[in-house]
Each structure stands twice: as C-alpha cells, then as structure tokens.
Antibody, heavy 113, light 112 residues
Framework: QVNLLQSGAALVKPGASVKLSCKAS????????IHWVKQSHGKSLEWIGY????????NYNEKFKSKATLTVDKSTNTAYMELSRLTSEDSATYYC??????WGQGVMVTVSS | DVVMTQTPPSLSVAIGQSVSISCKSS???????????LNWLLQSPGRSPKRLIYQVSKLDSGVPDRFSGSGSEKDFTLKISRVEAEDLGVYYCLQGTHLPQTFGGGTKLELK
C-alpha cells in the first residue's frame, strides 16, 4: 500500500533552518508529484509548492519562495523540504502529499528559543 | 491568487441528515485543457487531509457514493447524503487550475 512517512516533530530556534523528509513506499516514486502543504494551528491549508521527482523541477507559491527549498533523492524515494530563517510564523504542521491523492502523517514544527 | 470562499464555516447535523457545502472561486476554474481542477478534501479530527472528490465530481477510490460534487466555472457544491459519524471533520475545497493552488477556509461538520 502507498505510504508517505514523514520525519518526526521538530523544535528549532528562531533564525535556524530545518529539513523535513517524506519517504515514499508502495508505489513508483516518480509517478506522483510531491506537494508540500502548511497548516498553522487551527487554521486552513496553504500550498507551498511541488517537485517533480523525476526531473527535480519545482514550482513554488510566491509566498514561500524565499522560505522553502524542495528536493528529492530518487535513490531512497525521499522528498525533502528545507525551511530557512525560521520565525514563529513558521510554527505549523507540514504535510507532504502525492498529487493530493496520498498524504503523509504531517510533522509539527515549533519555532521557539 | 485565486480566492476560494467556502460557506458555511460550520454546520451542525444529525446522523442521517443531508448537507451541502458551497465553494466559490474568484476566477473561473476551467483550465486550458477544458478540465476543471476542483477538489474536495476531508480532514477528520487529528488526521491528515484526505481527498474525496477531484475534477468537480469524480469520487476517489473507496469514497462512499453518499458524497457527490457538482458545479462549474466559479460555483461548486459538495453534497453529503445521509451523514454518518465518520463524515465529521473539516471539509476543504482546493483549486488546482491556477498557480498557486489555493484552499478554501474550511467547513467544520459537527454533530447536532
């Protein structure tokens, strides 16, 4: 069965960076674009961007262009999102999803000193 | 960016009742390939979102036919016939026609 397994919760200091992972299994990794979605506590969802695992092509929401960097490692079927220069506004749950058909379990990022 | 406006923000229902949720977009969602990329998702409490419907009215695999989607251009509706307890949670519409993809604000379905 298809599974997207995300890395564990992260507590990071303001100004630091964090790299989240999303390991795919149960399907051919290049069959789905991997999208990343942000959900601030109790709020709606925001699309961060997507990466084509085959070509590495990325497309970002302008709002997140200087915040997020999406990459993949085809050898391990893993997608990554690095968030940089973290502030309290980046505290949220982040999901990876394969074309919105399959979703990871989400990872909570807390930015606090 | 395309703004997706969902109404109502919350709904209180009894099991077995039917409900409808509206989603209106600020621009037409008809793409250049003539498809309309409007999805409906459900986020059950404490869970990841799950897509129920794609391209306005196509049910994802395993989704009960109590769910149906309709609409065109800028005006879309999700209908749930005979609500069951497992249907409770927050429903979101998501447009994929224009970048950036954008979500509605959500409709919380609760038990009366």
């Amino acid at each position: 069965q298809v599974n997207l397994l995300q890395s564990g919760a992260a507590l990071v200091k303001p100004g630091a960076s964090v790299k989240l992972s999303c390991k795919a299994s149960g399907y051919t990794f290049t069959d789905y674009y991997i999208h990343w979605v942000k959900q601030s506590h109790g709020k709606s969802l925001e699309w961060i961007g997507y990466i084509n695992p085959n070509s590495g092509y990325t497309n970002y929401n302008e709002k997140f262009k200087s915040k997020a960097t999406l990459t993949v490692d085809k050898s391990t079927n893993t997608a990554y999102m690095e968030l940089s220069r973290l502030t309290s506004e980046d505290s949220a749950t982040y999901y990876c999803t394969g074309d919105f058909d399959y979703w990871g379990q989400g990872v909570m990022v807390t930015v606090s000193s | 960016d395309v703004v997706m406006t969902q109404t109502p923000p919350s709904l209180s229902v009894a099991i077995g009742q039917s409900v409808s949720i509206s989603c209106k977009s600020s621009q037409s969602l008809v793409a250049s390939d003539k498809n309309t990329y409007l999805n409906w998702l459900l986020q059950s409490p404490g869970r990841s979102p799950k897509r129920l419907i794609y391209q306005v009215s196509k049910l994802d695999s395993g989704v009960p036919d109590r769910f149906s989607g309709s609409g065109s251009e800028k005006d879309f509706t999700l209908k749930i016939s005979r609500v069951e307890a497992e249907d409770l949670g927050v429903y979101y519409c998501l447009q994929g026609t224009h970048l950036p993809q954008t979500f509605g604000g959500g409709t919380k379905l609760e038990l009366k």
